[in-house]
């Protein structure tokens, strides 16, 4: 049984950067694919990107040049890092596990607000 | 990359069958067998249901079924129950090595 924990800060101040980390327990980080995702408050899931350790990633085109994820195989996490963040941005964050072309795991996730 | 289409909204009677649409182009659905189907519930982490067009997770109800043909795949719920109630995202594998959601449909069981 796979059970992710996303976790950071809860507020983060416009053109700041978001961080947030996913503790993996019941697979190792090192030999999976996993992404993040979003979804709005009250709209529709959005995919950020995904990674496959130790160097494997994929973007949304529209975050690219913003949109960072790394696996601390050591911690067995996944850590996405977002920059240059505005209002837009306020979301809820996943972490999920890929399988077979699809997302299999989902955590809780967590809701970020950008706002000073 | 563009959202795929899916109705805003759908609904059927406790018992009988509601299908919802997810509608992409060329580069996504028209071109990989990798459609997947989420169910989501209110303050919910969304649930997979249907992965590789067709394809269910252990633990999924045969009640959920999905299909695909040219740029439009489609989940159909059969046999209404109240707790099917739920919004419904649909994903598709893209090319770039992108992945691109539906817009989402709410369910609502009459």
């Known amino acids: ?31 999976n694919w996993w992404s993040w995702a979003r979804q709005p408050p009250g709209k529709g899931l959005e995919w950020i ?21 790394l696996v601390d195989e050591s911690k067995n996490q996944v850590s996405l890092s977002l ?12 972490c999920v596990r890929g399988f077979d072309n699809s997302f299999d795991d989902w955590g809780q996730g967590v809701l970020v607000t950008v706002s000073s | 990359q563009s959202a795929l289409t899916q109705p805003p909204s759908a609904s059927g009677s406790l018992g009988q069958s509601v299908t919802i649409s997810c509608t992409g182009t060329r580069s996504d659905v028209g071109l990989y067998n990798y459609v997947s189907w989420f169910q989501q519930h209110p303050g919910r982490a969304p649930k997979l ?9 252990s633990g999924v109800p045969d009640r959920f079924s999905g299909s695909k043909s040219g740029n439009t795949a489609s ?8 707790e099917d109630e739920a919004d419904y995202y649909c994903s598709s594998f893209a090319a770039g090595s992108n992945y691109v959601f539906g817009t989402g449909t709410k369910v609502t069981v009459l």
């Open chain 2, 75 to 82: 989940l159909t719920v059969s046999g209404l129950q109240a």
């Open chain 1, 83 to 94: 920059e240059s963040v505005s209002a837009a941005d306020t979301a809820i964050y996943y």
């Open chain 2, 49 to 57: 249901l249907i992965f590789k067009v067709s394809n269910r997770p």
């Open chain 1, 1 to 31: 049984q796979v059970h992710l924990q996303e976790s950071g800060p809860r507020l983060v101040n416009p053109s700041g950067t978001l961080s947030l980390t996913c503790t993996v327990s019941g697979a190792p980080a090192s030999r």
């Open chain 1, 49 to 69: 990107g995904e990674i496959h350790h130790p160097g494997t990633t994929n973007y949304n085109p529209s975050l690219r040049s913003r949109a960072s994820i």
